[in-house]
Nanobody, 123 residues
Framework: QVQLVESGGGLVQAGDSLRLSCAASGSIFSTTVMGWFRQAPGKEREFVARIRWSGDNRYYADSVKGRFTASRDNARNTVYLQMNSLKPEDTAVYFC????????????????WGQGTQVTVSS
């Protein structure tokens, strides 16, 4: 079983940057992808980015391409989401997740979830 803890959210102004962290405990040996999702009030969970635990493969939602960058530190069992040029529409609770299905952007394909961290972007 894997436990995920997100951190790094906060209140920022449009154009600012934040770096989210997702610290994983427990073995992630059997996982193939770490995903970032977000959910705004009254909205469904939305895919943001995913990164494989091994290799350089990354994939981003069109809405964040060129602004967000996913990375990882395998030694620390931590993944990051660097968010630049933030927009008010980026406001949401951001979740990290562990999945076993390579290439999946669907929330139901991910097995473990963190508690989320709030990101609020004011205009």
């Amino acid at each position: 079983q894997v436990q995920l803890v997100e951190s790094g959210g906060g209140l920022v102004q449009a154009g600012d940057s934040l770096r989210l962290s997702c610290a994983a405990s427990g073995s992630i040996f059997s996982t193939t992808v770490m995903g970032w999702f977000r959910q705004a009030p009254g909205k469904e969970r939305e895919f943001v980015a995913r990164i494989r635990w091994s290799g350089d493969n990354r994939y981003y939602a069109d809405s964040v391409k060129g602004r967000f960058t996913a990375s990882r530190d395998n030694a620390r069992n931590t993944v990051y989401l660097q968010m630049n040029s933030l927009k008010p529409e980026d406001t949401a609770v951001y979740f990290c997740a562990v999945g076993s299905y390579i290439g999946s952007s669907r929330p139901e394909m991910y097995d473990y979830w963190g508690q989320g961290t709030q990101v609020t972007v004011s205009s």
